[in-house]
């Protein structure tokens, strides 16, 4: 890496809205957050249009607030990082309006990257669960830019699987803070429950029948909304890792396992893929649970790898509303298919 760059980082892209200010050799100047979760609480998940909204309405408190607590001004910055996509785009238009060199963020590269940001010591490659509301991936990461996708879902992402159960339990919204918490009271073995895809010789994940068989087992009056919450978070820790470890097999040269997105911010599967991670003498890094949700701090930081990569962008950058890490990755099989 060159001279010490100055990265904004803006993140707009699903129900978040965050501005981050760090540099190229590590340092968090600042990070500010406005998340939406009061007004996307009463629909029990996030509305598009309500976000949108929201976003262009805080990008600009929360950019003067960053830029205040690091003490820096506009001038200072080498350039503004921005999520482009998947999802909403609002922090590009505000990037653009700030006239410095550009950087389109691809929102899965911050978090496949944000270990990074964490750990100086986390060397290229390494094999990444990204576990998020939208996603739910294995991936082999090379370097900036460079992902081959070793797995993907092929109907519900982890994250989704969390919140639609906590709704179906009545735990509340978000899903995954509100089963991680009723499951701690809960017996993680009462509830008998699929493990979809476990052992299976194709490389994805699959949740969506997991999840009806939360609903029937509610609906069956027999067991506790905790012992439901519990045995549900055990059968998704029991495929994540069935599916990391299968992963371990086909990836090329890794030294770490790696956990990131939302869903890596709970302490069960955490421990489970530390677990995982000592049987097979590969380091395990997580970043710290703030570092795991969606924050500016990742996308400015993927900024700063990808401004030491040469990979700045035209102005006139196109947004991506559907945006794969590994373009060449093949159709997981099933009809609602996720990147
Ligand atoms: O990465 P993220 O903040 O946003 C997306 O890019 O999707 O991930 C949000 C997801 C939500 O589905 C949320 O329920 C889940 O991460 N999540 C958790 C936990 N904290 C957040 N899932 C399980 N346990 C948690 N403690
Ligand atoms: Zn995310």
């Known amino acids: 890496m060159g001279a010490m760059a100055l990265i904004l980082g803006l993140e707009s892209s699903c129900d978040e809205t965050a501005a981050a200010l760090v540099t190229s050799d590590r340092r968090i100047l600042a990070h500010k957050l406005a998340g939406q979760e009061a007004a996307h609480r009463?629909?029990?998940?996030?509305?598009?249009?309500?976000?949108?909204?929201?976003?262009?309405?805080?990008?600009i408190p929360l950019t003067e607030a960053a830029l205040a607590e690091a003490g820096v001004t506009l001038d200072q910055i080498d350039a503004v990082a921005a999520t482009a996509g998947p999802g909403l785009i609002g922090g590009v238009m505000v990037a653009l309006a700030t006239g410095k060199p550009l950087i389109a963020?691809?929102?899965?590269?911050?978090?496949?990257?944000?270990p990074r940001l964490a750990d100086p010591d986390l060397d290229f490659p390494y094999l990444?669960?990204?576990?998020?509301?939208?996603?739910?991936?294995?991936l082999e990461v090379r370097g900036p830019g460079d992902y081959r996708r070793l797995a993907t879902t092929i109907d519900d992402a982890a994250g989704e699987a969390f919140d639609k159960s906590a709704k179906l339990l009545g735990l509340g919204f978000p899903g995954g803070p509100a089963?991680?918490?009723?499951?701690?009271?809960?017996?993680?073995?009462?509830?008998?429950?699929?493990?979809?895809?476990?052992?299976?010789?194709e490389p994805h994940f699959s949740f969506a029948g997991l999840k009806s068989a939360v609903l029937r087992a509610r609906d069956a009056g027999t067991w506790s909304a905790e012992d439901i919450a519990a045995s549900f978070q055990q059968a998704v820790i029991d495929c994540l890792i069935d599916r990391t470890k299968r992963a371990i097999g086909s990836a090329r040269g890794v030294n770490a396992?790696?956990?990131?997105?939302?869903?890596?911010?709970?302490?069960?599967i955490r421990t489970a893929l530390q677990a995982l991670a000592?049987?097979?003498?590969?380091?395990?890094?997580?970043?710290p649970l703030w570092l795991c949700t969606d924050n500016a701090a990742m996308i400015a930081w993927a900024g700063a790898e990808r401004l030491a990569a040469g990979m700045t962008d035209p102005l006139d950058v196109p947004a991506h509303a559907r945006w794969p890490l590994d373009p060449s990755a093949e159709k997981a099989r099933g009809a609602g298919v996720k990147a």
Not at 42 to 53: D, H, K
Not at 128 to 138: A, F, N, W, Y
Not at 179 to 201: M, Q
Not at 257 to 268: C, E, I, K
């Open 42 to 59: 009463p629909y029990g998940g996030v509305v598009p249009e309500i976000a949108a909204r929201a976003h262009v309405e805080a990008l």
């Open 257 to 268: 396992l790696v956990v990131a997105g939302g869903v890596a911010a709970n302490t069960a």
């Open 179 to 201: 089963v991680e918490a009723a499951a701690l009271r809960g017996d993680p073995t009462k509830v008998p429950l699929p493990r979809p895809l476990l052992g299976s010789p």
């Open 128 to 138: 990444l669960l990204l576990v998020s509301g939208g996603h739910c991936q294995l």
């Open 278 to 287: 000592a049987q097979h003498d590969l380091r395990f890094v997580a970043p």
């Open 105 to 114: 963020v691809n929102h899965l590269e911050g978090h496949a990257l944000s």
